[in-house]
């Protein structure tokens, strides 16, 4: 690990204004996929903001019915919550579906939001990476690559790494929205669609987040009901990424949602599809999964997506 | 008035390498001088000789580091020393010794729920966490109900211990030693 300066600043607009000031800043708050990096020397920070004390650890009502998640609650608390586990089961069931119980105990939900691709090549310095050193090439793209566990949709010829986060996928079909502050002290609300990016040709650009700007919540619109279901497809029983996942809402009146994880560089979504649901798995996923590039080594994802999306389906 | 602050933003440097700071360690207090990059397991067996925790991947992957921070179990490699300042830290030497064995420690010599013993003290505070994460009501993957109550199954204790690696596979007596105290515990809570 490489050395670095460190400090605790207790205000979020604060931290945010010296993340600016700093050069090679970076927040932490659990840590747990940081520090994992640090080690690795794939993050090298040269100074690091604690923001354990700044207060954003609770779950509040929001006036417009919803619930407003602090930046710090953890994996944890954010799952047992009563009002979590009985109005947003969904969000429940991937936060629990996701890590070790060590893990959601020290895991925070901006730090979820923010977690690093698991790609293998991402993971080894002794391989060319763009989202590592932009420029240097995808070795994930090389003839004979291990590509079973990368993305199949909104990927680009410079990467194919997908997001590994089970929580965003349940807050990306729940509507949810990221709040944040900027160094100035100016909010903002963005959509888990306008949060995350796509690779194209800057695949180290990985969400919109400006310099120094600091992730403050999460915010859940009023409970949308109907029956909610987190469907984890992965190599072994627990404690392992998702090759798939499903989220799904279906609504009383026939309607309902789907997103789609270990797929795409982001949780993967489409209003068009969500359309589809009456018209049962096939419909939805010619139109989620259309202009899919896959690989030879994992096409599966594809056929294994819409098996699990009817299997969640045909189930009472 | 302008150019001195910009002398003073310019020359604001940032703290230096390492940090001092107190950790309370199984009720007891230490301050430590320490580079920055000191995991808090490796504040624990390198700088206090607390060798019970150990390090197997030093990545959170195996959870032979396992140990309690305010009352919740995580992975003492993947969390820096300095930033618990004020924390109330309990390792397995905390959790009893010799003369005073914890119930689940027995457990797991009743039950010969080790071979080389190496990833037991995680084992053994995962052991205890997963039970007491149980009695708090706090779901797992395979809980069926999320509002309901959780049935102390094979499967359930299994899932909540998945973060604990064991090369020598004592999985199996494990689980007995964990159902054995999940019974003392509730035959206690009759009584």
Redesign the interface.
């Known amino acids: ?1 490489k ?5 605790r600043i207790d205000d979020a607009a604060q931290a945010a204004a010296r993340a600016f ?2 050069p090679g800043s970076k927040f ?1 708050a ?3 996929n940081l ?2 990096l640090m ?1 690795h020397e794939i993050e090298v920070p ?3 903001i ?1 923001i ?1 004390g700044t207060g954003l650890d609770d779950i509040v009502a929001t006036d417009e019915g919803g619930l407003r998640i602090g930046a710090l609650v ?1 994996n ?1 608390a954010l ?2 919550d ?1 009002r979590i ?2 109005d947003y ?1 969904v969000l ?2 991937a936060l ?2 996701g ?5 959601r ?2 895991a925070s939900t901006g730090g979820n939001l923010l977690q690093r691709t698991r790609c293998p090549y991402f993971y080894d310095p002794a391989m060319p990476c763009n989202k590592r050193e932009p420029g240097a090439g995808c070795a994930a793209l090389d003839d004979g690559a291990d590509t079973r566990q990368l993305g199949v949709i909104g990927t680009s010829d410079h990467c194919i790494a997908t997001h590994p986060s089970d929580m965003a996928v349940a807050l990306r079909v729940l509507d949810a929205e990221v709040e944040t502050v900027s160094p100035e002290g100016q909010t903002r609300r963005l959509t888990l669609d306008e949060f995350y990016a796509l690779p194209g040709d800057t695949p180290e650009v990985e969400n919109a987040l400006e310099p120094g700007e600091i992730i403050t919540g999460v915010v859940l619109p009023a409970p949308v009901g109907g029956r909610q279901r987190y469907y984890k497809v992965r190599d072994r ?3 392992a990424f998702a090759l798939v996942s499903v989220a799904l809402i279906e609504t009383d009146d026939g309607k309902g949602r789907v997103a789609l994880g270990g797929v795409a560089p982001k949780p993967w979504r489409r209003e068009d599809a969500d359309a589809e649901l009456g018209n049962g798995a096939e419909a939805v996923m010619a139109k989620l999964l259309d202009g899919a590039r896959p690989t030879e080594e994992n096409a599966y994802k594809l056929t294994l997506a819409e098996r699990t999306l009817a299997a969640l389906l045909a189930k009472e | 008035m302008n150019s001195s602050n910009n002398v003073e ?1 310019q020359t ?1 440097t ?4 390492s ?1 001092t700071y107190s950790l309370t360690i199984n009720g007891k207090r230490h301050t430590l001088t320490l ?3 000191t ?1 808090l397991l490796d504040a624990l067996r390198e700088h206090l000789q607390l060798t019970g925790s150990k390090k197997g991947c ?3 992957q195996c ?1 032979a580091c ?1 140990v309690s921070i305010n009352g ?4 003492a490699c ?3 020393a ?2 618990h300042q004020g924390d109330e830290i309990t390792t397995i030497e905390g959790v009893g010794d010799v003369e005073h064995m914890d119930p689940m420690q027995q457990a797991f010599i009743d039950n010969d729920a080790f071979q080389c013993g190496y990833c037991t003290p995680g084992q053994i505070c ?1 052991a205890k ?2 039970l007491d ?1 149980i009695r ?6 395979v ?1 069926q109900e ?2 309901g109550p959780i049935e102390l199954s094979d499967a359930e204790i ?3 211990m ?3 690696l064991c090369r020598c596979g004592a999985y199996a007596n494990i689980l007995k030693a964990i159902h054995q105290v999940a019974k003392e515990q509730a035959t206690e809570e009759r009584s």
């Open positions: 690990m050395a670095f300066s460190y400090e000031e700093v932490i659990g840590g747990t520090l994992d080690k040269a100074h690091l604690d354990n953890s944890t799952g047992a009563e586990k009985r089961p429940s069931r629990f579906a890590a070790s119980s060590q893990l105990n020290k029983a627990s404690y | 933003r604001k940032v703290t230096p390498n940090s580079d920055n990059r995991t030093d990545h959170g959870g396992t919740e179990r995580v992975n993947l969390t820096l300095v930033m995962s966490a997963t994460e708090a009501g706090i779901p797992s993957h809980t999320l509002n299994r899932e909540r998945s973060g604990n």
